[in-house]
């Protein structure tokens, strides 16, 4: 039978099915969220702002309270006497005030963890707008843009501080917290120097859990957090470059060049290794230098940027022994 053309799409007679597909597939990108969500399905990567909010019905999965907080000294500032955290997140917690505690004898005021869309709405008066400071600045998120929402955020400071300083000066706790927070997974999220990309004043009492390797990596790129969500696989990708070192790649694909580059994920295995060959020489393996160095395998795991040389040794040709003792003047 006839059939229709619109827009380059056939609609063929008695086509309900395809019909019906399409319906379900519009309807499944219509439901999909606008905000940017969490990267590579890890829920503690979650980008919270004005740009990317989060609903009002949101509630982390696993929220829990954090106890024993007397064991490091440190006391609840908050009328209630339960603050709460996303679990990964309040284990993590705890871990680093143990260590400011028995390292450096450090004491904290837990302010603020876990906040609900409504309690984000009653600390800006009842209202939708975020409270700002006189450069237009945020002090505090509308509803729906908190990062405590998400219960990977706590507002932290030196037992017996208050939220009043801009930087802290050093063998403070809320230094200590500062420079040690990335190795528990923990970022200086609202640094002043961000004001322009996240909109929010300087506040280093808040600080966000995101996860350990992340933190670490965002601690040493030194960026924002927007930026790095933004920018995420060029981040956490390093670059391996395999040089032949006067060799050549046994791959028929690689003929003819000299280095090949692969993309490691940053704390990943390089898990194969390329072959290499060179007339009259033994492969002796890839090395981070052309002499001397380290050599690797694929166990080693890739934190940066790498350049490998193939290590080369001559070949010893057995002489046969006719040859050897052959008469050279006759
Ligand atoms: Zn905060």
Known sequence: MASLKSDGIMIEKNSKKTIYVLVLILSVALLMPSEVEAKKGDPHLRLVNPKNKISSKFVPKKLVKIKNLSEYDSKYISRREEIRMEKTAAKQLLKMLKSANTKAGHKFYLYSGYRSYATQKQSCGGQNNAVRNSSGLVTVAAPGTSEHQTGLAIDITGL?????????KKGTPERWLLDNCHKYGFIYRYQGKYSGETGVANEPWHLRYIGVDDAKNLHKLDISFEKYIKNYDKYTTAKVI???????F?????????????????????????NVERTGFVFKGWYTKKAGGTKISNNTKINKKTILYARWEKEIVDVPEEIENRDINP
């Open 160 to 168: 017996g501080n208050s939220k009043s300083y801009s930087y802290p």
């Open 242 to 248: 395999f040089k032949t070192n006067k060799g050549e």
């Open 250 to 274: 046994s791959k028929e694909k690689y003929s003819g060049k000299s280095s090949i580059t692969k993309k490691i994920k940053l704390g990943k295995k390089l898990k194969s290794l390329p």
